[in-house]
């Protein structure tokens, strides 16, 4: 027969079966007759047994009424940026669907949700973030020693690369610290490395950069002396020398240097008195012994009467602070051969010796007079009456070997107020 339309039918009774499958609604419902006589109307939402979209009864004179059936179903879920969904029969009625996330990203929101009676979903959306922080991995620690006379070391590592969890994009990576290919000095150096994706979220990684000096004991200089020392005067390498103030003379090793055991090379200085050795045979030996140690100040007289000599020899004594520092020995030449003395303050040359001193420096025999002799022998002055400690201290401070002496004095704080 053609196409049937649903129509009013009495029916025989049909039992219903059970259970009925819960997924299907009837739309089109007639009215059926029960074998007592009673009209019954179907609810339209009445649960049916067909697994296809219609359902015919045929009676006995072999017409027919059709149900018409349709699936209940919700909305088709919206996939979530960055992950998915998972469900057990599609969006019908009473599946059940579960979200997930990519690698990277969290979950937020109801993880399963369930289509309902009302083809509406139970919860809200779910959707996923990028709370997971990037990772970035540091070398490990940096230890170097110096290199023998050096305070720092170059030190480079590669620039440590951070991976984002999620969409592999970072946005910043910020260094706090010294970059790699710095000189570090001593010490321990903490470097940090941070990296950001584009959700903000932060890694850190960090190390730490040591940088040890080799260092032998400290040295102090010798007392009445000078230190000095290169580079930070104890670490690996340093070399210091020695040298003695004007009057002493310096015993033991004029330098020495911190090895890499962390010992020092050589013995320990001393700076001694100056012994001067008045029992030589002849002038150029005293000078010898004066030789870039001290400079002299020669004063001749035939007559320790003699009152230029006198006002000199006083003014000198006050000026002894002076006469010190810029190492000046004073001579004194009294009196006329045979009678003829020479001192070197409390030591007494014999008379010979005095002589041949100033038939050298060509000193006159019967006026008073001084002679200025620099460290190298040289005869740099010669006064024939009185001079002043303070002008006599202006010409000596612009010899070149003083203004050497000058830098090491000011080093150590030696002065005079004279």
């Given at each position: 027969?053609?196409?049937?339309?649903?129509?009013?039918?009495l029916l025989p009774y049909l039992p219903r079966p059970s259970p009925w499958p819960a997924s299907w609604a009837v739309s089109g419902a007639s009215s059926c007759h029960l074998p007592s006589h009673t009209w019954c109307l179907p609810p339209l939402s009445q649960n049916l047994p067909?697994?296809?979209?219609?359902?015919?009864?045929?009676?006995?004179?072999?017409?027919?009424?059709?149900?018409?059936?349709?699936?209940?179903?919700?909305?088709?879920?919206?996939?979530?940026?960055?992950?998915?969904?998972?469900?057990?029969?599609?969006?019908?009625?009473?599946?059940?669907?579960?979200?997930?996330?990519?690698?990277?990203?969290?979950?937020?929101?109801?993880?399963?949700?369930?289509?309902?009676?009302?083809?509406?979903?139970?919860?809200?959306?779910?959707?996923?973030?990028?709370?997971?922080?990037?990772?970035?991995?540091?070398?490990?620690?940096?230890?170097?020693?110096?290199?023998?006379?050096?305070?720092?070391?170059?030190?480079?590592?590669?620039?440590?690369?951070?991976?984002?969890?999620?969409?592999?994009?970072?946005?910043?990576?910020?260094?706090?610290?010294?970059?790699?290919?710095?000189?570090?000095?001593?010490?321990?150096?903490?470097?940090?490395?941070?990296?950001?994706?584009?959700?903000?979220?932060?890694?850190?990684?960090?190390?730490?950069?040591?940088?040890?000096?080799?260092?032998?004991?400290?040295?102090?200089?010798?007392?009445?002396?000078?230190?000095?020392?290169?580079?930070?005067?104890?670490?690996?390498?340093?070399?210091?020398?020695?040298?003695?103030?004007?009057?002493?003379?310096?015993?033991?090793?004029?330098?020495?240097?911190?090895?890499?055991?962390?010992?020092?090379?050589?013995?320990?200085?001393?700076?001694?008195?100056?012994?001067?050795?008045?029992?030589?045979?002849?002038?150029?030996?005293?000078?010898?012994?004066?030789?870039?140690?001290?400079?002299?100040?020669?004063?001749?007289?035939?007559?320790?009467?003699?009152?230029?000599?006198?006002?000199?020899?006083?003014?000198?004594?006050?000026?002894?602070?002076?006469?010190?520092?810029?190492?000046?020995?004073?001579?004194?030449?009294?009196?006329?051969?045979?009678?003829?003395?020479?001192?070197?303050?409390?030591?007494?040359?014999?008379?010979?010796?005095?002589?041949?001193?100033?038939?050298?420096?060509?000193?006159?025999?019967?006026?008073?007079?001084?002679?200025?002799?620099?460290?190298?022998?040289?005869?740099?002055?010669?006064?024939?009456?009185?001079?002043?400690?303070?002008?006599?201290?202006?010409?000596?401070?612009?010899?070149?070997?003083?203004?050497?002496?000058?830098?090491?004095?000011?080093?150590?704080?030696?002065?005079?107020?004279?």
């Amino acid at each position: 027969p053609g196409a049937p339309s649903p129509r009013p039918l009495l029916l025989p009774y049909l039992p219903r079966p059970s259970p009925w499958p819960a997924s299907w609604a009837v739309s089109g419902a007639s009215s059926c007759h029960l074998p007592s006589h009673t009209w019954c109307l179907p609810p339209l939402s009445q649960n049916l047994p067909p697994q296809t979209g219609h359902f015919a009864l045929k009676d006995l004179n072999a017409e027919y009424l059709i149900f018409s059936f349709s699936e209940k179903r919700c909305p088709t879920l919206a996939m979530p940026a960055n992950g998915g969904f998972k469900c057990v029969d599609g969006a019908y009625f009473n599946s059940r669907c579960e979200y997930y996330c990519s690698p990277g990203y969290t979950l937020k929101g109801e993880r399963t949700v369930t289509c309902m009676d009302n083809k509406a979903w139970s919860g809200r959306p779910a959707f996923c973030v990028d709370m997971e922080p990037p990772r970035i991995k540091c070398p490990s620690v940096k230890e170097r020693i110096a290199e023998p006379n050096k305070l720092t070391v170059r030190v480079s590592w590669e620039t440590p690369e951070g991976r984002d969890t999620a969409d592999g994009i970072l946005t910043d990576v910020i260094l706090k610290g010294l970059p790699p290919g710095s000189h570090f000095p001593e010490g321990d150096h903490k470097i940090q490395y941070t990296v950001y994706d584009r959700a903000e979220n932060k890694g850190t990684c960090k190390f730490r950069v040591k940088v040890r000096v080799k260092r032998c004991g400290k040295l102090n200089a010798p007392e009445n002396g000078y230190m000095k020392c290169s580079s930070d005067g104890d670490n690996y390498g340093a070399t210091c020398e020695f040298s003695c103030i004007g009057g002493y003379e310096l015993q033991g090793s004029p330098a020495r240097v911190c090895q890499s055991n962390l010992a020092w090379s050589g013995t320990e200085p001393t700076c001694a008195a100056m012994n001067v050795n008045v029992g030589v045979r002849t002038a150029a030996a005293l000078l010898d012994q004066f030789y870039e140690k001290r400079r002299l100040l020669i004063v001749s007289t035939p007559t320790a009467r003699n009152l230029l000599y006198r006002l000199q020899l006083g003014m000198l004594q006050q000026a002894q602070c002076g006469l010190d520092l810029r190492h000046i020995t004073v001579v004194e030449l009294v009196g006329v051969f045979p009678t003829l003395i020479g001192r070197i303050g409390a030591k007494i040359m014999p008379p010979a010796l005095a002589l041949q001193l100033r038939l050298l420096l060509r000193i006159p025999l019967y006026s008073f007079s001084m002679v200025l002799v620099d460290k190298h022998g040289m005869d740099k002055e010669r006064y024939v009456s009185l001079v002043m400690p303070v002008a006599l201290f202006n010409l000596i401070d612009t010899f070149p070997l003083r203004k050497e002496e000058m830098v090491l004095q000011a080093e150590m704080g030696q002065t005079c107020s004279t």
